[in-house]
């Protein structure tokens, strides 16, 4: 992880639909921009929707949709359609 944070860039790829399960994109986002995301507990709350279970905090939703759209387009890049990247 150290050698992400020596680079002038660094670009992710990944299969995963951001906004429809935020909590999977946390640790690349962190690795990017730790300067943007807060601590995982704060962004959870702010876009995983957490909800009560009986083994604790669930944060496998996704809330705050609209916010967490403009963060992607705005401080990172995200193509959610195969159009875009072929």
Do not use: W
Request: proline content about 6%; some cysteine.
């Amino acid at each position: 992880m150290k050698v992400v944070y020596n680079m002038k860039r660094v670009i992710l790829l990944s299969g995963l639909n951001v906004l429809s399960r935020p909590y999977l994109f946390y640790p690349l986002a962190r690795l990017v921009r730790p300067d943007l995301i807060p601590s995982f507990y704060e962004y959870g709350y702010r876009y995983c929707d957490p909800r009560h279970s009986f083994e604790g905090i669930d944060f496998e939703h996704a809330g705050n949709l609209t916010e967490m759209k403009q963060l992607l387009e705005k401080r990172f890049f995200s193509c959610s359609r195969r159009k875009h990247v072929y």
